[in-house]
């Protein structure tokens, strides 16, 4: 029987050989064959609209230190080239973050990557569970009015225990015009 697009799934992965999932009155039990106590690996996906699965890790973190990432989002160049300047901005702003962020990361819309729906991935295995998104434009457009929303909308339906928020764009930031007028 096919699994319906949009539809959670899990699989498990013992540790070791004989390690199972038992369900009992509607509760999951992790069996343990071993001496030491060890959680389970659970693998969680979901059927894209294309029947291809998303497959995440969701090896239990609740011993982990609670992690908050920055989200640098801009269009994207087909320029390679181009898409620099953001990553290095975001590795200045990473090492200047002192606590505020423990992870700092840009990504893209379209042309060439890091595309931001990978990047929210990325960092949500590497154990983030608050990502503040931050629209890299200076004026409102499709982008700021449409795909970043939906891109939220879209990887909080993915990881529903993961806060993912959108700041104001660099265009709406107090100050910016007397930078302007501070830099011309």
């Known amino acids: 029987m096919a699994t319906p697009a949009g539809s959670p799934c899990f699989c498990f992965a013992g540790r070791r050989r004989n390690d199972r999932l038992e369900l009992h009155n509607e509760q999951m ?27 995440r890790n969701l090896t239990p973190i609740r011993n982990q230190k609670k992690m908050k990432a920055l989200l640098i989002v801009a269009h994207g160049s087909r320029q390679r080239e181009a898409n620099r300047f953001l990553e290095s901005l975001s590795a200045e702003i990473a090492a200047e973050a002192d606590g505020k962020f423990d992870m700092v990361e840009s990504a893209f819309l379209q042309f060439n990557g890091p595309y931001a729906i990978d990047i929210i991935a990325d960092l949500i295995e590497k154990g983030a569970d608050h990502i503040v998104v931050f629209p890299y434009f200076l004026s409102e457009g499709r982008h700021v009015l449409t795909d970043i929303p939906n891109l939220i909308q879209e990887a909080q339906v993915q990881y529903p225990g993961v ?22």
């Open 163 to 184: 806060v993912i928020e959108a700041r104001p764009m660099l265009g709406e930031i107090r100050g910016l015009k007397d930078l302007i007028l501070d830099v011309v």
């Open 29 to 55: 039990t992790y069996v343990n064959t071993g001496d030491e106590a060890r959680q389970p690996t659970l693998i969680f996906f979901w059927i894209r609209s294309d029947s291809s699965p998303v497959l």
